[in-house]
């Protein structure tokens, strides 16, 4: 048998180093090791390369699947929750209104007169939403919701017994308290929705306003089907509030609604990290600012423009139908019917089209839709004519609203202030049109007086070109030496002031992010042709 060789001073039979692996064959030690430093340190600063990369330059496409399991899921949770939230807001919104016939009989009231006490809910809902902004800066979007959710009890509950009473200042009292609790409900949803949408990387406003549509419908038949009934109007008022506001606290829970992180950030933003009372004054400056921006007010003449066309809907196309053709009133019923549903139609289809075609071309569409539909509608010689026009009008109206606020909220440490701006020019909208509207009718008719909503369809679609998504710039990046000090804002819009990838009070979808980095460099050390050592593979201690 051959001779075993045996191992000589020059090839010992262990390595001297135990982390050092046997060479190749005919590759000396040295230069494998070689090998394997130039290989470890091209992949160390890989990994330092991307973690420092700004991650507001991350489509939201490249973020995703990097997120940490469960984030997706959570998202998810929060947009459904959101989904839930609109249509129970119709539900609310509109239910009680179908029973104006009743509260009018129950208070003992004409209808001029019960005209002017639903201007009062109008004049709290505008000084609601002026405020709003601040409020939302300084307590966050959850804590405004509760707020807004009892206000909205006790409101309608103020409602429903003076009914009952015949008490026109508790009726009065409970209009106001339910004006000024609305926008507490309403923009933070918004707000909330603006945010999944940044997460989740697509349009998601257009299917929770589409929610609030279905909410509407049903408010409607169910205001139709206790009148029917002949349920007393006070127990249909405080039995849908009771269980709107049992529904909205079930959906505002943790497991299924996000957290306050961009009210936080906002406050950072702001100034609001001073202990003696900076917070309040930085959310206030905050929110002030936001009345100086151009690209925010014309963005609010945007609002101001939906809000009209389905406002002016809502209040007028069924007695102008009436009035202008001289038919029935079931058929005004069924004229608003059309509009409602072609509104609604384009809403669940809308999140598409924006994905696909960019805000700003889907909104010059909806200006012209709405533009000629309106003209259609208001010089129309037939009903035929005017449902063509009834249809074009709806389809117009539907996206204007969503995609003005998806672009108030574009800058999550601004979102709050920005979008209770915008939101004012909306109730300004509802205060100022039924009184204008009023006026022109009588001296030109319903039909015709609609037509002044054209003009502001046309500056709707002067302004279309600032709902184009900002660039947000983020922070200057810190250098690697003071890395660990930094703190960056992530498309998602989840940024927290002052943390860092080991800080744990790190928002969730900013670890996901910073976490999608370092996975990608092990993603690449995968498939390298010699795994790295476990030292090497330790996540370095950079900031995100």
């Given at each position: 048998?051959?001779?075993?060789?045996?191992?000589?001073?020059?090839?010992?039979?262990?390595?001297?180093?135990?982390?050092?692996?046997?060479?190749?064959?005919?590759?000396?030690?040295?230069?494998?090791?070689?090998?394997?430093?130039?290989?470890?340190?091209?992949?160390?600063?890989?990994?330092?390369?991307?973690?420092?990369?700004?991650?507001?330059?991350?489509?939201?496409?490249?973020?995703?699947?990097?997120?940490?399991?469960?984030?997706?899921?959570?998202?998810?949770?929060?947009?459904?929750?959101?989904?839930?939230?609109?249509?129970?807001?119709?539900?609310?919104?509109?239910?009680?209104?179908?029973?104006?016939?009743?509260?009018?009989?129950?208070?003992?009231?004409?209808?001029?007169?019960?005209?002017?006490?639903?201007?009062?809910?109008?004049?709290?809902?505008?000084?609601?939403?002026?405020?709003?902004?601040?409020?939302?800066?300084?307590?966050?979007?959850?804590?405004?919701?509760?707020?807004?959710?009892?206000?909205?009890?006790?409101?309608?509950?103020?409602?429903?017994?003076?009914?009952?009473?015949?008490?026109?200042?508790?009726?009065?009292?409970?209009?106001?308290?339910?004006?000024?609790?609305?926008?507490?409900?309403?923009?933070?949803?918004?707000?909330?929705?603006?945010?999944?949408?940044?997460?989740?990387?697509?349009?998601?406003?257009?299917?929770?306003?589409?929610?609030?549509?279905?909410?509407?419908?049903?408010?409607?038949?169910?205001?139709?089907?206790?009148?029917?009934?002949?349920?007393?109007?006070?127990?249909?008022?405080?039995?849908?509030?009771?269980?709107?506001?049992?529904?909205?606290?079930?959906?505002?829970?943790?497991?299924?609604?996000?957290?306050?992180?961009?009210?936080?950030?906002?406050?950072?933003?702001?100034?609001?990290?001073?202990?003696?009372?900076?917070?309040?004054?930085?959310?206030?400056?905050?929110?002030?600012?936001?009345?100086?921006?151009?690209?925010?007010?014309?963005?609010?003449l945007v609002i101001l423009a939906a809000s009209l066309s389905e406002g002016a809907a809502a209040n007028w196309l069924n007695l102008a139908v009436v009035d202008g053709f001289a038919t029935r009133e079931a058929v005004g019923a069924v004229a608003y019917g059309t509009f409602v549903v072609a509104m609604l139609a384009v809403r669940l289809l809308g999140a598409g089209l924006i994905d696909r075609y960019g805000r700003v071309a889907v909104l010059r569409v909806s200006g012209i839709s709405s533009f000629v539909g309106l003209a259609a509608f208001g010089l129309a010689p037939s009903l035929p004519l005017a449902w063509v026009g009834i249809v074009l009008w709806g389809m117009g109206a539907a996206l204007a609203y969503p995609v003005g606020t998806a672009a108030a909220a574009d800058d999550p440490t601004k979102a709050a202030a920005r979008v209770s701006v915008v939101g004012s020019f909306g109730s300004i909208a509802s205060l100022s049109a039924p009184p204008v509207l009023g006026l022109l009718a009588d001296a030109w008719g319903i039909r015709h007086a609609l037509l002044v909503i054209t003009a502001a369809m046309v500056v709707s679609l002067l302004a279309a070109g600032k709902v184009r998504p900002e660039t947000v710039h983020a922070p200057e990046q810190p250098s690697p030496e003071t890395a660990d000090q930094g703190a960056q804002d992530t498309e998602a819009g989840t940024l927290d002031g002052e943390a860092s990838m080991a800080a744990p009070s790190a928002t969730e979808a900013e670890s996901g992010a910073v976490e999608g980095t370092v996975e990608a460099v092990e993603a690449v050390e995968a498939v390298a042709e010699e795994p790295l050592p476990r030292a090497a593979r330790e996540p370095v201690t950079a900031s995100a």
């Open positions: 048998m051959p001779s075993t060789p045996q191992p000589s001073a020059a090839h010992p039979s262990q390595p001297e180093n135990h982390h050092e692996r046997t060479p190749a064959p005919g590759r000396s030690p040295r230069l494998a090791r070689r090998l394997r430093s130039s290989r470890r340190q091209g992949r160390q600063e890989l990994r330092v390369h991307r973690a420092e990369r700004p991650l507001h330059r991350l489509s939201p496409q490249r973020l995703r699947p990097a997120a940490p399991v469960g984030h997706h899921a959570t998202v998810q949770r929060a947009r459904w929750s959101l989904v839930g939230m609109f249509g129970l807001f119709g539900i609310i919104s509109t239910s009680w209104l179908g029973r104006l016939p009743s509260v009018r009989e129950g208070l003992d009231v004409s209808a001029g007169s019960l005209g002017l006490l639903l201007v009062v809910g109008a004049v709290g809902s505008l000084v609601g939403v002026t405020l709003i902004g601040t409020v939302i800066v300084r307590f966050g979007s959850r804590t405004t919701l509760r707020a807004g959710m009892l206000g909205a009890l006790v409101g309608f509950s103020l409602i429903g017994l003076g009914v009952a009473l015949g008490s026109v200042p508790l009726f009065s009292a409970g209009i106001l308290l339910n004006g000024l609790a609305g926008p507490a409900t309403n923009v933070p949803i918004n707000l909330e929705a603006a945010r999944v949408e940044k997460m989740l990387g697509k349009a998601v406003l257009p299917h929770v306003h589409a929610s609030f549509s279905i909410g509407a419908a049903v408010g409607s038949a169910l205001a139709a089907t206790t009148s029917a009934l002949q349920l007393h109007v006070t127990w249909h008022i405080v039995g849908v509030a009771l269980l709107v506001t049992a529904g909205r606290a079930v959906l505002i829970t943790p497991g299924t609604a996000l957290q306050d992180a961009p009210q936080r950030a906002t406050r950072q933003a702001s100034g609001g990290a001073a202990p003696d009372g900076g917070t309040h004054r930085g959310a206030g400056r905050s929110a002030l600012r936001a009345w100086t921006e151009p690209r925010t007010l014309l963005i609010g």
